[in-house]
């Protein structure tokens, strides 16, 4: 087709930004903390960034790995727009190597050969709902990509929601944030050695930037999945409780999740009450904590942090705002922390 023979040209044409030319004339990306050099002809860690005739180029502009109509509760978001859809697409590559990654087909790659998708398609195909969720790969290493769907949604009226693992630097993410209304930001540890042993990242900088999304004023929500004997002690649990109080707020939801061998992790699941064990630990700081990926009677659903009233039942992905009237808890009259429609 005609059409996407000029987008696949465009695609592959796509320059990126945020690079300079380093010592020697290597080109040098300066979009995420690793600030690969990278040689003429090859890519940087994310396998999406490559140079080609001198110049850093975008590779996986336009080209989507998945695509789907999820509830906004799969992001995982609690508190933005319960109970309503959004477009969920993804691309190709991420900047971490995480070897419990649960979608190594997608981010350990770089992006096939295949017919590109214009940014104009992608915010057609999210009519109907919220908005877009850019997700599934690391949304950020496709940063050009994202900002121009972004841009386009925000003009038709729709909401953006990036789902990240936050390795990315402040410099694009001050351009980036205020195109976003929402944000799950994945802390997998407080521990660098943990980023650097299991992740090959920089915890700090995943730190920085979810602290940089709130002074954005983007609504903010946190992932930490639990794996067994790495990042699940009491005590790593509480120095990230206590980081996120102190530094993010208390009301900032935080997801527990279960962790399931992927990629190159082969232990056993998280059990059940690793994961309650945790909830109970962060309840003591946080007021808002849920479990996911897994089947619990507790941390489904969202009570008042006043009088304790349940707010929104929650079973799966079914979602009855059961104590809120005009945005408030029923019970006591407290402004529930949440956008709602
Ligand atoms: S975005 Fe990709 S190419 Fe750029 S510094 Fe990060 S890993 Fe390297
Ligand atoms: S950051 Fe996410 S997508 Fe990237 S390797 Fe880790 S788990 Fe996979």
Request: overall charge neutral; charged content about 20%; glycine content about 10%.
């Amino acid at each position: 087709m005609a059409i996407a023979r000029d987008l696949r040209y465009h695609a592959a044409m796509q320059r990126a930004e945020y690079w300079i030319l380093g010592e020697g004339g290597q080109v040098q990306c300066t979009l995420c903390p690793h600030r690969c050099v990278i040689p003429e002809g090859r890519t940087g860690k994310c396998r999406v960034r490559g140079v080609r005739n001198g110049e850093l180029i975008a590779l996986g502009y336009g080209r989507l790995s998945s695509a789907h109509i999820d509830p906004i509760e799969k992001k995982p978001l609690y508190h933005f727009y319960p109970g309503q859809s959004i477009f969920s697409a993804g691309g190709w590559g991420c900047n971490l190597g995480c070897t419990f990654c649960q979608n190594c087909t997608i981010s350990q790659t770089g992006a096939p050969e295949a017919e590109v998708q214009a940014p104009a398609a992608v915010v057609a195909a999210a009519a109907g709902t919220l908005g877009i969720a850019y997700t599934y790969n690391e949304p950020t290493v496709g940063f050009e990509y994202v900002r121009d769907m972004a841009q386009l949604a925000r003009e038709e009226g729709f909401k953006n929601v990036l789902v990240t693992n936050g390795h990315f630097n402040a410099e694009p993410a001050a351009e980036l944030l205020p195109l976003m209304d929402a944000l799950n930001i994945d802390i997998k540890s407080m521990d660098a050695s943990f980023y650097r042993e299991q992740c090959g990242g920089d915890v700090a900088a995943v730190l920085a930037l979810a602290a940089q999304a709130v002074a954005a004023g983007c609504h903010v929500e946190l992932t930490n999945l639990l794996i067994p004997g790495l990042n699940d002690s009491d005590g790593q649990i509480e120095v990230l409780a206590r980081w996120v109080v102190s530094e993010l707020g208390v009301t900032v939801p935080l997801h527990l999740s279960g962790y399931h061998p992927a990629f190159k992790m082969t232990r056993s699941a998280t059990p059940v009450r690793t994961l309650e064990r945790a909830w109970e630990l962060c309840r003591e700081r946080l007021e808002y904590v849920y479990l996911g990926n897994l089947r619990s009677t507790v941390g489904q659903d969202t009570a008042c942090p006043g009088c304790h009233a349940v707010l929104i039942r929650r079973d799966g992905y079914k979602v009855a705002q059961i104590g809120l009237a005009s945005g408030r808890c029923q019970a006591c009259g407290r402004v529930a922390d949440m956008i709602l429609a």
